[in-house]
């Protein structure tokens, strides 16, 4: 039955319809804002697979080039291959607040896709996709606890407004994502330019309310289309079986649990699981089950540990940070590098300059978009003591490497201060708790070792969450156990001013102002620790960027000498970057950018292009070459490129017969300009150096 639904927000119609697209979907809408429409389907298979001991959740956005009326850029001129990075990241901001909403015991194959239909490039489909996805299993029978509802928040001119177009983001200084349920907030993904920890609170509260009719559209929806859910029997414990995994891993689980090396630590867990499954498993079929039992126990002890004695893993207060070291300067050919190391997570950032050819050009809805600024993270597995097969940066490395780089984008200069392109690196050596933050502290490090006159230093600090009744336990600087077996996962990036990009994933329903503002307050404190420890490596950017970065130097012509330098075919700028190792690129004002390995050369190039580009004055004397001989005179090449005429009367103060019992060809020869006509021709004369 077709069914539509609207309601003001934030000032725009947002309409959500059933009923006339993809209706062999378990669940299907299509969400519009503006002239923005997503397609988004929810289909999950019949049988339940509680073997499988997880949820099969498939998220999937696609940018259809046809909304916005493009062909795609490509040979195969159709959106084939991997998902583009802002697709990846729509995938997360859709798949994390939706996963921890299913049943206890669901584990069918689900599959959520979510396609752009029509773009107006004002308002962004990324958020329609999320309350599409809400939606489409809403209406499902697929066993579903939402429904979830959506929003991006922007601080314009001192005001928060929701779900800002893309005119009102280029001056916003906030651009954040948040996800809810009617309760409480679930997720939170976003940047910001250095703003207070009240600001950024207030901001996604300020979402909170405002979503609050989308959650009674997808009801009406629901009450008119939606299906009967499917039952699923939560998963039943096996009470007598945990007793006795309880009895014999008691003793051994407190010994892994106050085991403050991470590798010590799983061994340890392992040679308890081996000794708790050979105990109990007794008829050799319940191996799976009492390991399943046992890892339930650990995250119940973990918790207790934290909650009733007050002690950490390692036994750290709540607030502290683990031990630090920084080292600006470890890579002796990169143009800046650090080595951050805080516990027993280690990253290696390496930062590179490089020119304008250099940015990043990607295809997007909106066309192309040249990014000047790169992070790309990189997880081996060795960084966790694993082998498996190495590959292209996954979902999780993109969504990493993203909020890092959204973290340490609001210090960079200006591309007029400082016109290089920039590439941060992060190689994950190690890890036990946030690799990102590790990530953002050594890419501050490393842009400042480079030389990249950064605001201010930027850190990252991981905050985790224990919540068992009313009992509520933040934690700063989380390990990845404290991750695992937590309740959020909260990174919050920033300078000393205030926060430039954070990220909120919860495993429970929920979570509400005061603990987020106590999180918040908890991550400031963390954060100014860790700048404090990273200035013992390096505290301000160097004053002059590395020996092996490429040399930049500009130089302003005349727009109408733009030919003279490029060359028919480019001849003459490509034989200049050939000679000198530069790349030179030309805007259309006259302004020659020009890049090269090492400063003798750059300072040659640089007197090289003022001859080319130098406009002849009438009364200034030149140096030239003859060039060749007529009856009438010669002609001199004052300038690359640039001849005119000594007349055979101004060649001498004496009667001269025959120009060549003067000069001859390639004779150097010092002239002064009489006169350039309307027509550019050039007189010169030798006669009045005489």
Do not use: W
């Amino acid at each position: 039955m077709y069914k539509k639904v609207e309601v003001q927000i934030g000032g725009k119609t947002l309409s959500i319809e059933t009923g006339k697209l993809a209706k062999q979907a378990s669940g299907s809408v299509v969400v519009q804002c503006g002239e923005t429409m997503v397609l988004v389907t929810a289909v999950a298979e019949k049988e339940n697979k509680p073997e499988l001991g997880f949820l099969p959740l498939t998220i999937e956005y696609q940018e259809k080039m046809a909304a916005v009326g493009r062909i795609p850029g490509n040979y195969f001129r159709r959106e084939i291959g991997r998902p583009s990075e802002q697709e990846v990241l729509t995938c997360r901001i859709i798949d994390r607040p939706l996963r921890p909403l299913f049943a206890d015991g669901y584990f069918c194959e689900t599959q959520v896709i979510a396609t752009v239909l029509s773009a107006d490039q004002q308002n962004d489909p990324d958020v329609l996709a999320l309350i599409g996805a809400s939606c489409a299993l809403t209406l499902s029978d697929i066993p579903f606890g939402g429904p979830v509802a959506g929003a991006r928040v922007g601080y314009v001119k001192g005001s928060y407004v929701l779900n800002p177009t893309k005119d009102e983001l280029k001056t916003s200084r906030m651009d954040i994502i948040v996800a809810c349920t009617r309760d409480a907030v679930v997720m939170v993904e976003g940047k910001a330019d250095a703003l207070s920890e009240d600001e950024i609170l207030a901001a996604i509260f300020f979402v909170h309310e405002q979503v609050q009719p989308i959650f009674d559209m997808q009801d009406q929806l629901r009450e008119v289309n939606g299906r009967a859910k499917r039952v699923i029997e939560p998963p039943q414990i096996d009470e007598e079986l945990m007793a006795q995994v309880r009895t014999v891993a008691d003793t051994g689980m407190q010994t892994v649990i106050s085991t403050a090396d991470k590798m010590e630590r799983g061994c340890l867990y392992d040679q308890l699981k081996a000794t708790v499954v050979a105990e109990l498993n007794t008829d050799g079929t319940r191996a799976k089950e009492i390991s399943n039992l046992l890892s339930l126990h650990k995250k119940k002890t973990m918790r207790a540990k934290i909650v009733e004695e007050g002690t950490r893993i390692d036994g750290r207060a709540f607030n502290e940070v683990r031990t630090i070291s920084c080292e600006a300067s470890y890579l002796p050919r990169t143009h800046g590098s650090a080595l951050f190391t805080r516990g027993e997570t280690q990253a290696l950032v390496s930062a590179t300059l490089g020119s304008e050819r250099d940015q990043q050009r990607v295809e997007t809805l909106g066309g192309e978009q040249a990014n000047r600024f790169m992070l790309h993270y990189n997880f081996p597995p060795y960084s966790v003591g694993e082998a498996r097969r190495m590959g292209g940066p996954s979902r999780r490395d993109v969504g990493h490497g993203t909020l890092a780089m959204r973290g340490l984008s609001a210090v960079l200069p200006s591309e007029e201060d400082f016109p290089y392109s920039i590439r941060v690196v992060s190689e994950v050596l190690e890890s036990n708790g946030s690799s990102s933050m590790a990530t953002v502290c050594g890419g501050s490090m490393a842009m400042m070792d480079a030389g990249i006159p950064i605001k201010k230093p930027v850190s990252g600090i991981a905050m985790g969450l224990i919540k068992e009744g009313d009992k509520v336990i933040i934690l700063s600087d989380i390990l990845g156990d404290e991750d695992h077996l937590g309740d959020m996962d909260f990174k919050v990036v920033g300078t000393d001013d205030g926060v430039t990009s954070l990220q909120m994933d919860i495993k429970i329903g929920g979570v509400n102002r005061d603990i987020m503002g106590r999180a918040l307050a908890q991550a400031k404190e963390g954060r100014m620790h860790i700048l404090g420890e990273m200035a013992k490596g390096i505290s301000q950017a160097r004053k002059d960027v590395s020996e092996y970065a490429p040399k930049y130097y500009t130089h302003k012509i005349n727009p109408d000498k733009i030919r003279d330098i490029i060359g028919s075919g480019g001849k003459i700028i490509k034989a200049l970057s050939a000679e000198y190792d530069a790349k030179i690129e030309v805007d259309d004002s006259g302004m020659v950018k020009m890049f090269c390995n090492n400063a003798a050369n750059a300072n040659a190039l640089v007197e090289r292009v003022k001859q080319i580009t130098a406009e002849v004055e009438v009364g200034a004397i030149y140096k030239g070459i003859v060039k060749s001989i007529k009856d009438f005179g010669a002609f001199v090449e004052i300038m690359p490129g640039t001849d005119g005429l000594v007349h055979i009367s101004e060649l001498d103060v004496k009667r001269v017969d025959k120009i060549t019992d003067v000069v001859k060809e390639g004779d150097e020869l010092e002239v002064k300009v009489l006169e350039v006509d309307s027509r550019g021709r050039i007189r010169l004369s030798r006669k009045a150096l005489m």
